[in-house]
């Protein structure tokens, strides 16, 4: 069974860092391409960083280049997003993807920037 599981969020000041976690089971996040998005009430999920399967390259939102940073550790199964500089309109919901829009989903973890 998949299972994608983030942890990490929390309440920071702008300008603070955090690292989410998503740690896998039932695969193997080396087979796949993995990506983070986030969603805040009322508006639709988006996503935000991904990181590919066969080359290792990256894919950052605009907004959120210079400041964040998507990896993986093949030892651990996990996939972080290493989150710098934050401001108050990275609040929301971050959640760990693997497949795209009609793939599998972790639970989210709530970040909250303030200022």
């Known amino acids: 069974e998949v299972q994608l599981v983030e942890s990490g969020g929390g309440l920071v000041q702008a300008g603070g860092s955090l690292r989410l976690s998503c740690a896998a089971s039932?695969?193997?996040?080396?087979?796949?391409?993995m990506g983070w998005f986030r969603q805040v009430p009322g508006k639709e999920r988006e996503g935000v960083s991904c990181i590919s399967n066969t080359d290792g390259s990256t894919y950052y939102r605009e907004p959120v280049k210079g400041r964040f940073t998507i990896s993986k550790d093949n030892a651990k199964n996990t996939v972080y997003l290493q989150m710098n500089s934050l401001k108050p309109e990275d609040t929301a919901v971050y959640y760990c993807?693997?497949?795209?829009?009609?793939?599998?989903w972790g639970q989210g973890t709530q970040v909250t920037v303030s200022l």
């Open positions: 993807n693997r497949g795209g829009i009609l793939g599998y």
């Open positions: 039932g695969f193997t996040v080396d087979d796949y391409a």
